[in-house]
């Protein structure tokens, strides 16, 4: 699941129903330490979003063949909550059906190894579907990742520039908080440089669930603590986006949508937007 922490590992079965399409369950905790609960009981809808990257993992190397040894870039993620059909969060875990299915499967050309594909997830609480998440991979062996990556140094470097209050973020802890603000603007920023989810294991870019937390944080801030809790979501990673010089983040809001991008260098490392009810 590329997380060190057992904690964080919400999958808890998977099973194949034929060459492409996958039954799994998944355990939502009440009290994810990163992600919890709101206040009327609701999960974070970044649980959606980190059940589907498991799964993008899980299956390609259960399933597909593709060696443990291979990097995972994932190229874009989008979901979309029923927020009347959602569960809440009851004394214990929640226990959510995933209905996965695969397309786009892409081979090298010796068809040797799978280097790519789309995943499709369908969510369900009992028996009623609740939200849908897409997403696509790319996966390189050592070789080709050398060769688009040089070697830097897996640490993450704190900022030092003044950081929103947790509150106004819908944040409990400031170790949580991911944006500061820098004279180009809001920027990526982690609070806490190893922080037990975003950073629980070494990597030399910013990966794609901070990018999106800092989205959502620079949307909260933007518009003074109203629009927390995003209930649909897309991203697409142009580029890798590098832990220094910090990535600005720009958000502009439509009536209950709000586009973002990152910035570095001059150049636009992903895009998305993300709305609200």
């Not at 369950?25 to 498991?54: I, K, N």
């Not at 440089?193 to 294991?201: A, I, L, N, T, V």
Request: hydrophobic letters at 40%.
């Amino acid at each position: 699941m590329h997380r060190t922490s057992v904690a964080e590992v919400l999958l808890t079965d998977v099973r194949a129903r034929g060459a492409r399409h996958f039954c799994a369950a998944a355990a939502w905790t009440r009290s994810h330490p990163t992600f919890p609960r709101g206040r009327d009981d609701r999960h974070s809808p970044w649980m959606v979003v980190e059940t589907l990257r498991q799964l993008g993992i899980y299956v390609p190397l259960r399933h597909f063949d593709v060696p443990p040894t291979a990097r995972f870039l994932i190229t874009d993620v989008s979901f979309d909550l029923d927020v009347t059909a959602e569960p809440r969060a009851p004394h214990g875990a929640s226990e959510i059906t995933c209905l996965a299915s695969v397309q786009d499967v892409r081979t090298d050309p010796g068809a040797t190894m799978v280097t790519g594909l789309r995943m499709r997830v369908d969510f369900l609480a009992g028996s009623r579907r609740f939200a849908q998440a897409a997403g696509g991979a790319r996966f390189l062996d050592a070789g080709r990742y050398a060769a688009l990556r040089p070697p830097t140094a897996l640490t993450v470097a704190a900022g030092r520039g003044p950081r929103p209050e947790p509150a106004l973020l819908g944040l409990e802890s400031r170790s949580d908080v991911v944006i500061s603000l820098g004279e180009d603007g809001l920027l990526v920023d982690p609070a806490d440089p190893r922080h037990p989810f975003f950073f629980d294991h070494g990597t030399d870019h910013v990966p794609g669930m901070a990018l999106l937390e800092a989205a959502r944080q620079a949307v909260a801030l933007r518009s003074g603590g109203r629009l927390i809790r995003p209930v649909s979501c897309r991203m697409t990673a142009l580029r890798f986006t590098e832990h220094a010089p910090p990535a600005v983040i720009r958000c502009s809001q439509y009536g209950r949508t709000c586009f973002f991008h990152f910035q570095q260098g001059g150049e636009q490392t992903a895009e998305g937007a993300l709305r609200y009810r």
